[in-house]
């Protein structure tokens, strides 16, 4: 596919999927859905591609929802020639049904796929508003920007979160909090979306791509197994009694004993720590963020 409302732009292992409608704040529309879809079902398909960054063009919004005038001229429309790919707006009968069913992708691009379990960074450098808040929780972690901030700004029209914030959103920040932005919609600064959870880093105004970027080119480094199955025991897990949360994980685990390239790189990984081959025992390196080490140590 020809993109044209957005960009896919690759970075040796880092993807960068950047929505491109600067002139309408990113807003996402049924052209800009169907290339989300392609974009994403490129970057899980491809094994070279380990972690992808979504962010938006310009400086003023990472994306601010779906976009309402297209939503509106389609919405009277009866002609559904590519229904796989959907619209902002499903009013056919068959449309709603696959939408209930959960077999549509998404209203506003694959936002209700869930098995991408490739990292994925949200560097947010601007307004992300009701859908476009949406598509910042469909990521793993959000490097924030200090102007940037967050609503279910479409509380004010009387128009529904269909782009998983009703389901995400409570599991980043808890149920107390998402309440109250989705039952308000209220904005939000990025100070606060940091207080809360809902931010991981606050970087500042321009620079929230170049640290996202840096992030994803760090975890493109580790071995890459454990990840998958880390993030895919955490996704499927989450909400589940305890009992079937450390079933899951325990599947997961194991594929990485019975994979044979899995169980390669897990057995490279025991070798490794044994003899201590670590790149932060290397003096005066340490690669690993975070790891503080006493002088002291051996």
């Not at 379990?117 to 910042?136: D, L, M, Q, R, S």
């Amino acid at each position: 596919m020809e993109y044209q409302e957005i960009k896919y732009t690759r970075d040796g292992p880092v993807t960068i999927i950047t929505f491109n409608r600067p002139e309408v704040k990113n807003c996402i529309g049924p052209r800009t859905h169907r290339e989300l879809i392609d974009a994403f079902n490129r970057f899980r398909t491809d094994d070279a591609a380990r972690v992808a960054v979504i962010t938006g063009a310009g400086d003023s919004a990472f994306c601010a929802g779906g976009d309402l005038k297209s939503s509106f001229d389609k919405a009277g429309a009866t002609d559904h020639p590519d229904p796989e790919q959907a619209m902002l707006c499903p009013v056919e009968p068959a449309d709603v049904a696959r939408h209930n069913r959960g077999e549509a992708p998404g209203i506003l691009g694959p936002s209700r796929w869930t098995d991408i379990y490739k990292p994925i960074i949200a560097a947010v450098n601007g307004v992300a508003y009701a859908g476009g808040f949406e598509w910042a929780c469909f990521a793993d972690m959000r490097i924030v920007e200090d102007h940037a901030s967050f609503g279910i700004t479409c509380r004010r029209w009387n128009i529904g979160l269909a782009d998983g914030g009703t389901q995400r959103l409570p599991r980043i920040v808890g149920m107390g909090r998402a309440l109250e932005l989705i039952i308000t919609g209220k904005v939000i600064d990025a100070q606060e979306a940091y207080r809360i959870g809902l931010a991981n880093e606050l970087v500042p105004s321009g620079t929230s791509l170049h640290r996202a970027v840096e992030l994803a080119r760090f975890i493109a480094t580790l071995p890459q197994p454990a990840i998958l199955a880390d993030k895919e025991a955490a996704v499927r897990g989450f909400g589940q009694d305890l009992r079937e949360g450390l079933r899951i994980e325990a599947e997961c685990y194991n594929r990485l004993l019975t994979s044979p390239d899995s169980r390669e790189q897990f057995l490279d990984g025991l070798r490794r720590f044994n003899e201590r081959d670590h790149p932060d025992r290397i003096e005066g390196q340490v690669s690993t963020p975070g790891i503080v080490r006493s002088e002291m140590e051996p």
